[in-house]
Nanobody, 115 residues
Framework: QAGLLESGGGLVQPGGSLRLTCETFGFKFSDYTMAWYRQSPGKELERVAN???????EYPDSVKGRFISTRDNAASTMYLQLNSLTIEDTATYYC?????????RGRGTQVTVSS
């Protein structure tokens, strides 16, 4: 059974940085496109990084140049580096195998940006 576990969230000031980690198990990580999503009350669900198994990553304009997603296939782990954070980045962040609707996801980690 596939499992994903996010960590690394917390409280950070505007302009700060965080690094999120997603540990996975139960499936061959390198075979899958993996993604980071975020969700906050009153806002639509947003995919903030989509890492194709072929090696390229896509970002929406809202985070491009600030967020960096990487993966370590040998460790079945993925990371999301969050830089230049703003209050608008406050959300629960999830790692997802594949797509939100059809894939597996973790329980999320909360990122709160506040002064």
């Amino acid at each position: 059974q596939a499992g994903l576990l996010e960590s690394g969230g917390g409280l950070v000031q505007p302009g700060g940085s965080l690094r999120l980690t997603c540990e996975t198990f139960g499936f061959k990580f390198s075979d899958y496109t993996m993604a980071w999503y975020r969700q906050s009350p009153g806002k639509e669900l947003e995919r903030v990084a989509n890492m194709h198994f072929r090696g390229y990553t896509e970002y929406p304009d809202s985070v491009k140049g600030r967020f960096i997603s990487t993966r370590d296939n040998a460790a079945s782990t993925m990371y999301l580096q969050l830089n230049s954070l703003t209050i608008e980045d406050t959300a629960t962040y999830y790692c997802v195998r594949g797509d939100w609707r059809t894939g597996e996801r973790g329980r999320g980690t909360q990122v709160t940006v506040s002064s």
